[in-house]
């Protein structure tokens, strides 16, 4: 789910993190009612390899301006396959629902299998929505102009399997395909309420593509690094439903450094983790296509949609504390562009800092609510995993 308030039941419990806390846990300390009531729901802070795979439970719930009170369901299962090794990050599957009161409802999943002891990969994506979405236009200086604001139901139905295989150390190749519908139901100017046919502007649109995957991946732990390198590059070619083509190219660079472990801050609390994402694409793009700042995991702060084009970078770093047990804390800041040309990216920048609360649900996975600031709105998001 993204852009949500969380509600949901958080509490103290025991917690056994990589990066050193602020507040150690002490070792006598026994478990509280409240980690009780967490282990019903398999909340319980850690993976048990014991079982097919560790599940848990939790309802949430939720305010967004678009979708208004919600209610949702969080499931996060963790399990390894034969032969794994000890020491190997689990694999992972990962299911956000929800439904709310102005009738938007969605499931998202996210599952990624590790075999032969990591050498190969496979990552399936799938995520069904029926949401109030918004529309300003293309650029930065349309998503500035308030009267621009246009609200409508999206559907979306999308499918996204890779599999991808070790090279050389860390180093992996892979192919994958995207399958993409959106549709534009109830699009409506926000400034005169007045309805607007939407295949005038937002026509239904169908994308197929192939996609190959480059990536140097050292990172200890996918879900939640606290060190090492990630560097992956995506190229897509697509036909959609009016039998013309596009290109997507993607790119991210990310690296985690454990403040305990540097020799100017050793013994220091936490970890500092950075990215730069770029999004860029040629030909004939359907508006769910184009790259966009905004939403759960770019530019927090800034609603996402409202500030999209053909071409996309940002950048942003985190300083990430672990505080006591399960609990810890998250600071950020970021900057960004959007455009029509590559050359044009500088042209305009935005930026985008907040905080953000972590509450740690099973193993090295935690449940996330951010607070983020852009130039001209703030928002809240409730996730599961970290940004990047």
Not at 37 to 61: C, N, V, W
Not at 221 to 233: P, V
Not at 366 to 380: A, K, P, Q, Y
Request: glycine share 10%; net charge negative; no cysteine.
């Amino acid at each position: 789910m993204k852009r949500i308030l969380l509600l949901s039941l958080l509490a103290l419990s025991h917690q056994a993190v990589a990066v050193d806390p602020l507040i150690q846990t002490p070792k006598d300390m026994e478990p509280t009612w409240v980690d009780d009531i967490l282990d019903i729901f398999g909340a319980d802070g850690e993976f048990d390899e014991s079982k097919p795979i560790d599940m848990s439970y939790l309802p949430t719930a939720y305010y967004t301006p678009e979708k208004k009170f919600g209610v949702g369901l969080l499931m996060v299962g963790l399990y390894k396959t034969d032969g794994a090794a000890s020491d190997e990050q689990p694999s992972s599957l990962v299911l956000n629902s929800f439904v709310s009161m102005n009738n938007s409802y969605g499931v998202e999943v996210e599952n990624m299998t590790f075999f032969n002891g990591g050498k190969q990969r496979l990552l399936l994506g799938m995520e069904l929505h029926n949401e109030a979405s918004v529309y300003y236009g293309q650029g930065i200086a349309a998503g500035d102009i308030d009267s621009n604001h246009h609200e409508f139901d999206e559907q979306l139905y999308s499918f996204t399997p890779r599999w991808m295989t070790e090279v050389a150390d860390n180093y992996f190749l892979g192919v994958g395909a995207d399958f993409t519908y959106a549709s534009a139901d109830k699009l409506t100017l926000v400034d005169t309420d007045l309805p607007i046919p939407s295949d005038a502007i937002l026509p239904d649109n169908f994308s197929s593509g192939v996609v190959l995957t480059s990536i140097y991946d050292s990172r200890d732990y996918r879900l939640n690094a606290t060190k090492g390198w990630l560097f992956q590059l995506d190229a897509g070619l697509y036909q959609n439903s009016e039998y013309s083509t596009f290109s997507t190219y993607n790119l991210e660079l990310a690296n985690y450094i454990d403040l305990s472990s540097t020799s100017l801050l050793s013994g220091a609390p936490g970890l500092i983790a950075w990215q730069v994402q770029g999004h860029f694409t040629s030909g004939d793009v359907p508006w769910n296509m184009l790259p966009d700042l905004g939403g759960s995991s770019a530019m927090r702060g800034y609603i996402k949609g409202r500030y999209r084009d053909e071409q996309m970078m940002m950048g942003q770093v985190e300083y990430r504390l672990p505080i006591f047990q399960r609990y810890g804390m998250v600071f950020w800041g970021g900057v960004g562009s959007v455009a029509s040309k590559v050359s044009e990216l500088s042209d305009e920048l935005m930026t985008s800092y907040g905080a953000g609360f972590r509450f740690k649900i099973k193993d090295n996975i935690n449940l996330r609510l951010d607070i983020g600031v852009g130039e001209n709105e703030t928002n809240f998001y409730l996730n599961v995993n970290e940004v990047f």
